[in-house]
C-alpha cells in the first residue's frame, strides 16, 4: 500500500486527501522511484519539498497526469489512387 502522510486536514477544517510520498507516486506512475526523481530534478512535476522530504499533493498529481494527456487523432480517411478513379494518366494517348 502506498505511503501517504497523516495529513487529514487544513486550518480551516476542509478535509483533504494525505500527501503522496515518492514511491506512491512511483507507483501511480507505473514507474521507478528514480524516474519520479528525474522529473522533479526537471521541475516537470509538481511536488513539495520540506528539507529532504519529497511529498505531492494527490490532487495535484491527477491535474499533472491529464494535462500530459496527449489526445488522440481521429481516424484518416483512405484515399483511392487515382488509376483506382478512372482518371487519366498523363495525357499521352
Known sequence: MPKTTGVDGD???HSRPPLMDIEAVAQ??????????????????PYRKWGHLLRFEPDEIEEWIEATRVPARPPMTLRTPASARGAKGNGAA
Not at 34 to 45: C, D, N, P
Request: aromatic fraction near 0%; hydrophobic fraction near 35%.
Open 11 to 13: 486550518r480551516n477544517g
Open 28 to 45: 501511480r506512475l507505473s514507474v521507478g522511484v528514480r524516474h519520479v526523481r528525474r522529473l522533479v530534478t526537471e521541475k516537470r512535476i
